[in-house]
């Protein structure tokens, strides 16, 4: 069978320049030009202006990944001194500490001749070697970088990823790896979410017992968070730090069980969702408390933001305590809310004067609170809109939730400030970015990647790149080139994939069970927790966890059912019903397979279910006589059945089944 990739290049839009380049993020302006830049062993390049010690080992990073792409022997990674020894030329005006707002603008010039980076700043340089990596290419003479002038610049200032290291544990190679691959999309923050009702995962020397007792031994150390904070910043990548209080928090009671609402003993939660431990906000000790902590952490962490989280306090232990209600009768409070405002005012003032900005999820939105504060919009986009109109500076995570299982497209397509907005033009202004955001109930150090990695690179697109670039075809196309370019830093998102069958079936029998996984993606939102009960100690190894968001095969048989539709071409035919045969046959493979083999039997159902509806597909590529409305009936029956969740996943072929059935009416 031909590859279904070849037809994704039919369907793409971009103007033709753009097909021939994978650049991702697309840039602000690019002009290709017919120039190609040859490489051999002899390549070299030279720093000139504000030259620092980032900018000089991100320079040789590049020269790194450049052999290891080419397999050229290069005779020096390291930069030269002389530029006429050099074939690119990077410059760099200014020295800029790393902070919201650092230019990141180049401008990149490749001819047949010479390579010209042109930056404000070591960081705007290393934006740029991203995109001259991504311009590199081959013919049979060798390899080249294409000719290419590139002007370009961020369209918002933030573009982050959250990474929850608190619900499953997430070692230092996890966060190490993500850095250097959020690096190659452009990406700019790394919001460490580090104390949950789960976890607490940083060492404290003030408060010892918050991270003995409440991490399972399983926390980073100062060094740690000091090596985290130096790895992202030579890669111009911010570490924001999140404590989230004051719920989320029974992992701080374990040890120090006075800071609760209710009294203890404390133990670390095994489950997910809103727990009713919450800090108790009428005690001034609670304040000392968090002084001495939120002091020691502003030392750790050198950026100016700081989160506090202030999500989901469900208000339980307060409205049990009586102290707590004398408290809010006292002071006029009449609702929790208020009651929370009041304690996000206190610890505002304690970050204000350790010279941080505080920064919340948009439960803590309140008209009394500062205008330095920076709200998060995760509930929905109302709620970014209400803070920026207020003077806020927000950041949109609503829609940027990767770890609901939603495709690329859905994120690619949800923009910050979108074309219909409701949102001033002062508003506007207050609009700092964006977050992808990795919670992590339901994924290991072993399938976190494949639930960032490749979609993240497709909000990376949307928070750098002009908001008129949003061609779904083309993002998905140079999206899966920029997928395979991100092994190289370790990321396991296509690795572990078939690694993981292997642990299921053994490796003799991965084709089998790749050939239905392929066309399968977990369900969507929170609709796992509906099918299991899960804990955190839970197995993280099953089908529905090898299963990717974005199912590559069944969305190319989608599009390969599309084009045949639109011109009915023989061919396509022949590969649709050349696949079809191939799901028809594996599912006797399956069923063989599941009798030796207990843990797949789960999705047998999902099995017999593609096997069903490839039979009606074959029959609907087939002569008139089956089409009449008793076998509309039945096929319609049939692919209701197969459209619903089994086993925590869903078969991905149903659209483009479905078009060839009601192509026959």
Same mark, same amino acid.
């Given at each position: 069978?031909?590859?279904?990739?070849?037809?994704?290049?039919?369907?793409?839009?971009?103007?033709?320049?753009?097909?021939?380049?994978?650049?991702?993020?697309?840039?602000?302006?690019?002009?290709?030009?017919?120039?190609?830049?040859?490489?051999?062993?002899?390549?070299?390049?030279?720093?000139?202006?504000?030259?620092?010690?980032?900018?000089?080992?991100?320079?040789?990073?590049?020269?790194?990944?450049?052999?290891?792409?080419?397999?050229?022997?290069?005779?020096?990674?390291?930069?030269?001194?002389?530029?006429?020894?050099?074939?690119?030329?990077?410059?760099?005006?200014?020295?800029?500490?790393?902070?919201?707002?650092?230019?990141?603008?180049?401008?990149?010039?490749?001819?047949?001749?010479?390579?010209?980076?042109?930056?404000?700043?070591?960081?705007?340089?290393?934006?740029?070697?991203?995109?001259?990596?991504?311009?590199?290419?081959?013919?049979?003479?060798?390899?080249?970088?294409?000719?290419?002038?590139?002007?370009?610049?961020?369209?918002?200032?933030?573009?982050?990823?959250?990474?929850?290291?608190?619900?499953?544990?997430?070692?230092?190679?996890?966060?190490?790896?993500?850095?250097?691959?959020?690096?190659?999309?452009?990406?700019?923050?790394?919001?460490?979410?580090?104390?949950?009702?789960?976890?607490?995962?940083?060492?404290?020397?003030?408060?010892?017992?918050?991270?003995?007792?409440?991490?399972?031994?399983?926390?980073?150390?100062?060094?740690?968070?000091?090596?985290?904070?130096?790895?992202?910043?030579?890669?111009?990548?911010?570490?924001?730090?999140?404590?989230?209080?004051?719920?989320?928090?029974?992992?701080?009671?374990?040890?120090?069980?006075?800071?609760?609402?209710?009294?203890?003993?404390?133990?670390?939660?095994?489950?997910?969702?809103?727990?009713?431990?919450?800090?108790?906000?009428?005690?001034?000790?609670?304040?000392?408390?968090?002084?001495?902590?939120?002091?020691?952490?502003?030392?750790?962490?050198?950026?100016?933001?700081?989160?506090?989280?202030?999500?989901?306090?469900?208000?339980?232990?307060?409205?049990?305590?009586?102290?707590?209600?004398?408290?809010?009768?006292?002071?006029?409070?009449?609702?929790?809310?208020?009651?929370?405002?009041?304690?996000?005012?206190?610890?505002?003032?304690?970050?204000?004067?350790?010279?941080?900005?505080?920064?919340?999820?948009?439960?803590?939105?309140?008209?009394?609170?500062?205008?330095?504060?920076?709200?998060?919009?995760?509930?929905?986009?109302?709620?970014?809109?209400?803070?920026?109109?207020?003077?806020?500076?927000?950041?949109?995570?609503?829609?940027?939730?990767?770890?609901?299982?939603?495709?690329?497209?859905?994120?690619?397509?949800?923009?910050?400030?979108?074309?219909?907005?409701?949102?001033?033009?002062?508003?506007?202004?207050?609009?700092?970015?964006?977050?992808?955001?990795?919670?992590?109930?339901?994924?290991?150090?072993?399938?976190?990647?494949?639930?960032?990695?490749?979609?993240?690179?497709?909000?990376?697109?949307?928070?750098?790149?002009?908001?008129?670039?949003?061609?779904?075809?083309?993002?998905?196309?140079?999206?899966?080139?920029?997928?395979?370019?991100?092994?190289?830093?370790?990321?396991?998102?296509?690795?572990?994939?078939?690694?993981?069958?292997?642990?299921?079936?053994?490796?003799?029998?991965?084709?089998?069970?790749?050939?239905?996984?392929?066309?399968?993606?977990?369900?969507?939102?929170?609709?796992?927790?509906?099918?299991?009960?899960?804990?955190?100690?839970?197995?993280?190894?099953?089908?529905?966890?090898?299963?990717?968001?974005?199912?590559?095969?069944?969305?190319?048989?989608?599009?390969?059912?599309?084009?045949?539709?639109?011109? %009915?071409? @023989?061919?396509? #035919?022949?590969? =649709?019903? *050349?696949? +079809?045969?191939?799901?028809? !046959?594996? $599912? /006797?493979?399956?069923? %063989?397979? @599941?009798?030796? #083999?207990?843990? =797949?039997? *789960?999705? +047998?159902?999902?099995?017999? !279910?593609? $096997? /069903?509806?490839?039979?009606?597909?074959?029959?609907?590529?087939?002569?008139?006589?089956?089409?009449?409305?008793?076998?509309?009936?039945?096929?319609?029956?049939?692919?209701?059945?197969?459209?619903?969740?089994?086993?925590?996943?869903?078969?991905?072929?149903?659209?483009?089944?479905?078009?060839?059935?009601?192509?026959?009416?």
């Amino acid at each position: 069978m031909r590859k279904l990739l070849l037809f994704l290049t039919l369907v793409i839009t971009h103007a033709q320049a753009q097909e021939k380049l994978n650049l991702m993020p697309w840039p602000t302006a690019v002009n290709q030009l017919e120039s190609r830049f040859r490489i051999d062993d002899s390549f070299k390049l030279n720093i000139n202006g504000a030259v620092g010690k980032n900018s000089i080992d991100y320079a040789s990073r590049f020269i790194s990944r450049l052999s290891g792409r080419t397999g050229i022997f290069f005779t020096d990674f390291l930069p030269v001194e002389n530029p006429l020894d050099s074939g690119l030329q990077i410059s760099i005006a200014e020295e800029k500490s790393l902070e919201v707002g650092v230019d990141e603008s180049y401008e990149l010039k490749i001819s047949g001749a010479s390579i010209n980076l042109l930056a404000k700043t070591q960081v705007g340089a290393m934006r740029g070697l991203e995109t001259l990596l991504q311009l590199l290419s081959a013919d049979e003479k060798g390899y080249y970088f294409i000719g290419a002038e590139v002007n370009d610049a961020p369209r918002f200032v933030w573009r982050g990823l959250l990474l929850d290291v608190c619900r499953h544990w997430m070692p230092m190679d996890v966060v190490l790896r993500n850095l250097d691959a959020m690096a190659a999309v452009k990406m700019n923050v790394l919001h460490l979410h580090l104390t949950e009702d789960q976890g607490f995962r940083v060492e404290s020397k003030v408060y010892p017992k918050l991270h003995q007792l409440g991490s399972d031994g399983n926390y980073f150390t100062q060094e740690d968070i000091k090596l985290i904070v130096s790895y992202a910043a030579a890669r111009g990548i911010r570490v924001i730090p999140e404590f989230d209080i004051p719920g989320h928090t029974s992992s701080w009671f374990v040890g120090y069980p006075e800071l609760a609402s209710a009294s203890g003993p404390y133990t670390i939660t095994r489950k997910a969702g809103v727990q009713d431990p919450t800090i108790d906000p009428t005690k001034e000790s609670t304040y000392k408390f968090l002084k001495g902590f939120l002091t020691e952490m502003a030392g750790l962490f050198p950026d100016t933001y700081m989160h506090i989280g202030g999500d989901e306090n469900n208000g339980k232990q307060w409205d049990a305590n009586p102290q707590i209600s004398k408290f809010k009768e006292e002071n006029g409070f009449v609702s929790n809310h208020e009651l929370q405002a009041y304690f996000n005012m206190r610890i505002a003032k304690i970050l204000t004067s350790l010279n941080k900005r505080m920064v919340g999820w948009d439960e803590i939105l309140d008209k009394d609170l500062p205008k330095s504060i920076v709200i998060q919009s995760w509930r929905g986009k109302q709620a970014l809109v209400d803070a920026a109109e207020a003077g806020y500076d927000v950041l949109l995570s609503n829609g940027y939730y990767i770890d609901l299982s939603q495709p690329a497209s859905y994120h690619y397509l949800n923009d910050p400030i979108p074309e219909n907005t409701e949102l001033s033009s002062e508003a506007r202004k207050h609009v700092l970015g964006g977050e992808a955001t990795m919670w992590s109930e339901k994924v290991s150090p072993e399938t976190v990647d494949s639930r960032i990695w490749p979609r993240t690179a497709a909000i990376a697109e949307r928070l750098w790149s002009p908001a008129n670039i949003n061609d779904i075809n083309s993002m998905h196309q140079r999206m899966g080139v920029i997928s395979a370019q991100l092994e190289e830093h370790g990321v396991t998102h296509l690795k572990n994939y078939e690694m993981m069958m292997r642990r299921l079936v053994g490796q003799e029998n991965v084709p089998v069970l790749k050939i239905l996984i392929d066309v399968l993606e977990p369900v969507e939102g929170y609709a796992r927790g509906r099918y299991k009960k899960y804990t955190m100690q839970s197995p993280l190894t099953r089908v529905p966890d090898i299963a990717r968001p974005d199912a590559i095969v069944a969305r190319e048989f989608n599009l390969l059912v599309d084009k045949y539709l639109k011109n %009915k071409n @023989a061919n396509l #035919k022949n590969d =649709i019903k *050349e696949q +079809l045969l191939i799901w028809i !046959d594996n $599912s /006797k493979k399956i069923k %063989k397979l @599941a009798e030796v #083999k207990p843990e =797949i039997r *789960e999705i +047998l159902p999902l099995s017999d !279910d593609l $096997s /069903k509806i490839s039979i009606i597909a074959m029959q609907a590529l087939s002569p008139n006589k089956f089409h009449d409305a008793s076998w509309h009936k039945s096929a319609s029956s049939m692919l209701a059945e197969a459209a619903k969740p089994k086993a925590e996943c869903e078969l991905k072929v149903i659209e483009g089944i479905s078009k060839l059935v009601s192509a026959t009416k």
